[in-house]
């Protein structure tokens, strides 16, 4: 009886895990392609950022005078108001691009806890199918045992113990 029963539970819950990974695959499939899709984006981001970084990093480059100029430039205030200039556009820059990276990762994060929701969600959802049948398959096993409620118990359980009596005696009631 004992092996019919763990055959039937065994087969139950296979049957049970393919259906859930059936259902799963689809969101895990998703989840790779997010992954996949993300991971693109941000380095098309950081490409796109490196290069536009090194394009302003020359032109910034290219303001500053060199030789006798940069000396005639130094006297005349130039150099110094050129080379705040460009250090305020390289932090305004970055500034920029770190906003960028911030939002992009923002949006994916969105993107990713939308989907992780739903696998939440399944999970959830698959546990309580998995306590259902167990709960199922114990009530099956109990009714199929034929026995009453706690018939199935060793003989010392249904003893009384001995400080269970009638108690109602025990009270004085004339008062």
């Known amino acids: 009886m004992i092996e019919y029963l763990k055959a039937t539970f065994d087969k139950q819950m296979?049957?049970?895990?393919?259906?859930?990974?059936q259902q799963l695959y689809p969101l895990l499939q998703?989840?790779?392609?997010?992954?996949?899709?993300?991971?693109?984006e941000r380095n098309a981001l950081?490409?796109?950022q490196q290069v536009r970084q090194k394009t302003e990093q020359e032109k910034r480059y290219h303001r500053i005078q060199k030789g006798f100029r940069q000396f005639t430039s130094q006297l005349s205030g130039r150099y110094w108001r050129?080379?705040?200039?460009?250090?305020?556009?390289?932090?305004q820059s970055h500034l920029r691009d770190q906003k960028?990276?911030?939002?992009?990762?923002?949006?994916?994060?969105?993107?990713?806890?939308?989907?992780?929701?739903k696998l939440h969600q399944l999970e959830?959802?698959?546990?309580?199918?998995?306590?259902?049948?167990?709960?199922?398959i114990s009530h099956s096993t109990y009714l199929k045992q034929d026995h009453e409620w706690g018939n199935d118990m060793p003989g010392w359980a249904h003893a009384k113990p001995p400080y269970e009596h009638d108690i109602t005696h025990d009270f004085d009631q004339s008062m």
Do not use: P
């Not at 296979?14 to 990974?21: D, I, K, V």
């Not at 998703?30 to 693109?40: D, E, Y």
């Not at 050129?82 to 932090?91: F, H, I, L, T, V």
């Open 14 to 21: 296979n049957a049970l895990a393919q259906e859930h990974q």
């Open 30 to 40: 998703q989840k790779n392609s997010l992954k996949q899709s993300h991971q693109a």
């Open 46 to 48: 950081i490409h796109k």
């Open 82 to 91: 050129d080379r705040k200039n460009n250090e305020k556009e390289a932090w």
């Open 100 to 117: 960028e990276r911030d939002q992009l990762i923002v949006c994916q994060l969105n993107e990713r806890q939308q989907l992780q929701e």
């Open 124 to 136: 959830q959802i698959h546990t309580k199918e998995r306590q259902a049948m167990i709960a199922e």
